[in-house]
């Protein structure tokens, strides 16, 4: 098992070594000015110079991140499972639900910035309210997802609303909450960066950005965006692991040979 | 239809809910207002109706956001530099010229993926890895770069757009030209079809609900990069920019406002792809 | 043959009629379905009376409504017009105190759950508690062959497999009655061989009523002490066929002519009430 995760890992680690060398190789040739575009020794050598900065940018949008990411993906769980009981919410709220998603909620950053401070409350809250739909929608589709069989077997058992809910539609709908954690690390760290563009304390990924764009230091730039990048990566890494413990069963995974 | 109640219920619910918060929130500065002005025999139901027509609310009112859209769109010069118009059509031309290059360049390395077997294994793990990246974060920055070389006005951030609509694209397509059932594409094998008509025959009209599902995520996706880029250099106008003038000058109800455009912009784009999916796909057989 | 024979305690809620009542009692039954191209009478003047003890199979083609009259006994369904006591008891009084055990044309096990776990099912939501269920999980495994194959996941095991375990399920409370809806048509036919053979062991054993809905000639008039052969378009009763057969008989009995002639029977019947018009 793991000589063939080692494979698989050698295409991609393959090409993008591949690609670094040629950006570096290609930039040096063509003497391109490093404020257009650095090549990755420079921006390695940023990186190394600047830990205690970036060290501070990424606590400071962490912060707003996690909090964000965790009352939003709670909220919408728990409403998800209160407006199951009732149809005719359900058929109010997901349309209006999937709509949401359609919109640049990005654009709610100012607000929030004005109600809550320049701190990171306010990337929290942009947060919550990026990663509150997909989790709802996510959940009540993840709730109907059980099947008519299983659902008449537990009506034979006399089963309660109640039983029914958390032997069989919670169960079942886990692979689609999974879904919507995985889509909202990616959504709740936008949310987070994106707020700082509009105000924040002179910290944060976002703002490092914004600022080292405006004195053209680009390697600086692209010194934050690698760490937002690491960053991303392994807060979805860490999410769909929990996935593969928690929903081991579903057919998804047994169909790679398990 | 039988959704046409309950989502007008909710609607109706949350335009309640936004009034009393709107009146909520607003009400504290209503009564330093008051004190300022040295009034004070004011009632409960004056400072309700104050709060909610206050010049720089906490919490705009629903009619406030709704009049001075109204106002922008209607009641304003569609050349004068205060019109949402003005700055709507700026927006759209951004996200129209970034969607049909991402739309474009994602179909196009999709069909490359599915078509070069080395190239899957290599370039689409990143594909995937760059979904974990917040791509926004570099929107700043290849804005400036663009300036750079004095690719200025519309097109940096149609660049932006391009580069936030294309992943989607990319891997839906790449999931819908990998649709088909085995079985198909065995039988096309039966008949020695070339790559080229499996791909034309097959894979592409198998991939149509995939491509509209996709075409609706890419559209949202380039408003948002259209909206984040304005921000970043805002004197070429756009809603992005008038999102960030609002928030400059404390004017709450312009914040609302452009933002409300900016959302109606999205949902427009959406709504229009999804109404041509849903007859595309009806014609097709893929909806009863 | 893993067979066991001290009865297990039951428990008193769990509905059940006296020794040779009337387990299941059907009069005029009519259900009427409102489809998009207009009603459809699934059932029409449906009478019924199945003692204790008995197994009864319901045999007919598609369309003829013998799941919809097994979904309605289980209150699964609602009637349009007619009644139905099963134990005395209205079919949804019957539910409530957990009188039948349901098996379905597929296995239906909760992937997430281990085999054990998942014939403990009806028992957790019963509210038995911990030793009970273990001791009650061991004896249904062992009751249909599958000792040993509890910490198993239903993945894991082959589609014969995975509907033992869900008889065993249908089994673990110790209903009475026991509904069976065509539970082994997904299956080759050496496994079904092989599971009627079990089956029929089973019945004879615990002494269950079984109602037993199919669409194989062979199985019904193997397993059966009662077969009703049913017509479509409205779904009636066409024929009901009574079969004294030895009690311990092996699936070698289906060449015996007194089998074929039952066979034959139930054959000619289906034909006579089938309609070809599609």
């Known amino acids: ?258 | 239809m039988k959704s046409a109640v309950p989502i007008a219920t909710v609607i109706l619910a949350i335009l309640a809910a936004w009034y009393v918060a709107a009146a909520l929130m607003n009400a504290p500065l209503q009564r330093d207002l008051y004190a300022n002005a040295g009034r004070t025999d004011y009632s409960t139901q004056d400072l309700i109706v104050d709060s909610l027509n206050m010049e720089r609310p906490k919490l705009p009112g629903p009619h406030q956001v709704v009049g001075e859209l109204w106002r922008l769109v209607f009641a304003t010069a569609p050349t004068s530099k205060r019109s949402l118009v003005y700055h709507g059509l700026i927006t759209l031309e951004e996200t129209l010229i970034g969607f049909l290059i991402g739309a474009g360049l994602g179909i196009g390395l999709a069909v490359l993926i599915v078509a070069v077997r080395w190239l899957e294994r290599s370039l689409m793990p990143w594909i995937v890895a760059s979904q974990m990246v917040p791509i926004i974060a570099l929107a700043p920055m290849i804005v400036v770069i663009l300036y750079q070389f004095d690719i200025t006005g519309v097109a940096p951030k149609a660049a932006i757009a391009a580069y936030l609509s294309f992943f989607p694209i990319t891997v839906g397509m790449v999931k819908g030209f990998r649709s088909p059932d085995p079985l198909q594409l065995d039988l096309m094998r039966t008949y020695s079809a070339t790559p080229l008509q499996t791909f034309l025959k097959l894979r592409a009209p198998a991939s149509a609900p995939f491509f509209f599902a996709s075409m609706k995520i890419g559209a949202a996706a380039a408003v948002v990069g259209a909206v984040v880029a304005e921000v970043t250099k805002s004197e070429d106008g756009g809603l992005g920019a008038r999102l960030l003038a609002g928030s400059y000058y404390g004017q709450t109800v312009q914040i609302w406002a452009a933002l409300f455009a900016a959302a109606a912009l999205s949902a427009a784009l959406v709504g229009i792809i999804g109404l041509i999916g849903r007859a595309a796909e009806q014609r097709m057989g893929f909806i009863p | 043959m893993g067979v066991a024979s001290t009865p297990s305690p039951v428990r008193d809620d769990v509905g059940k009629a006296p020794l040779n009542e009337v387990a299941i009692d059907i009069i005029g039954l009519s259900l009427r379905f409102d489809t998009r191209d207009g009603p459809v009478q699934a059932l029409s003047n449906i009478n019924l009376k199945v003692a204790r003890g008995e197994f009864v199979s319901f045999i007919g083609p598609s369309g003829c409504g013998k799941t919809t009259l097994l979904r309605a006994v289980a209150d699964l369904e609602t009637p349009t017009s007619g009644a139905i006591r099963v134990n005395g008891m209205s079919p949804h009084e019957a539910r409530a105190k957990r009188a039948y055990g349901y098996v379905f044309q597929a296995p239906a096990l909760y992937p997430w759950r281990t085999v054990a776990s998942n014939i403990a099912l009806p028992l957790e939501i019963m509210g038995f508690d911990k030793t009970e269920r273990e001791a009650r999980v061991k004896k249904g495994l062992d009751l249909v062959n599958l000792g040993g194959f509890g910490n198993k996941f239903p993945w894991q095991l082959s589609g014969g497999m995975q509907q033992r375990a869900s008889i065993a399920r249908a089994l673990s409370f110790d209903p009475d009655l026991l509904l069976m809806d065509e539970p082994f048509g997904a299956l080759d036919e050496i496994v079904r061989d092989m599971l009627n053979q079990q089956l029929l062991t089973l019945w004879e054993v615990t002494g269950k009523t079984v109602l037993f809905v199919t669409h194989s000639i062979p199985e019904a008039v193997f397993l059966s002490t009662h077969i009703l052969v049913m017509s479509p378009r409205p779904g009636r009763i066409f024929d009901v066929i009574e079969c004294n057969f030895p009690r311990d008989r092996q699936l070698e009995f289906r060449e015996t002519p007194e089998f074929m002639a039952i066979a034959n029977r139930v054959r000619h019947g289906l034909r006579q009430g089938h309609s070809y018009d599609g």
């Not at chain 1, 650095?38 to 501070?56: E, K, Q």
């Not at chain 1, 964000?68 to 058929?91: K, N, P, T």
């Not at chain 1, 029914?164 to 079942?172: C, D, E, V, W």
């Not at chain 1, 690491?230 to 996935?243: H, K």
């Open chain 1, 1 to 258: 098992m793991n000589a063939r995760r080692l494979a698989d890992l050698m295409p991609p680690l393959a090409f993008g070594l591949a690609w670094l060398a040629l950006w570096e190789a290609g930039l040096r040739l063509l003497h391109v000015p490093v404020i257009i575009l650095p090549p990755p020794s420079v921006i390695a050598m940023r990186f190394t110079t600047s830990i205690p900065t970036l060290a501070a940018d990424f606590w400071q949008t962490i912060k707003g991140v996690l909090v964000g990411y965790a009352i939003g993906c709670v909220s919408g769980l728990l409403v998800a499972v209160l407006v199951d009981r009732s149809q005719f919410l359900e058929r109010g709220l997901l349309p209006l639900g999937n709509l949401v998603s359609a919109l640049p909620i990005v654009g709610i950053a100012p607000i929030m910035v004005m109600w809550f401070g320049f701190d990171w409350q306010s990337k929290a809250a942009v947060g919550v309210l990026m990663t509150f739909f997909p989790m709802l929608v996510n959940t009540v589709v993840g709730l109907w997802s059980a099947g008519a069989m299983e659902r008449d077997l537990m009506k034979t058992y006399g089963a309660s609303y109640r039983q029914t809910l958390f032997a069989l539609r919670l169960p079942a709908a886990l692979p689609f909450v999974f879904n919507a954690l995985k889509i909202n690390t990616t959504l709740a760290m936008i949310g987070a960066i994106v707020a700082e563009f509009f105000g924040t304390p002179i910290v944060g990924m976002g703002f490092r950005i914004s600022t080292e764009v405006g004195h053209l230091g680009i390697d600086m730039v692209w010194a934050t965006v690698v760490v937002a990048a690491v960053t991303g990566s392994l807060f979805y890494a860490l999410v769909a692991g929990v996935e593969r413990r928690v929903t081991f069963w579903h057919a998804s995974y047994r169909a790679r040979g398990a």
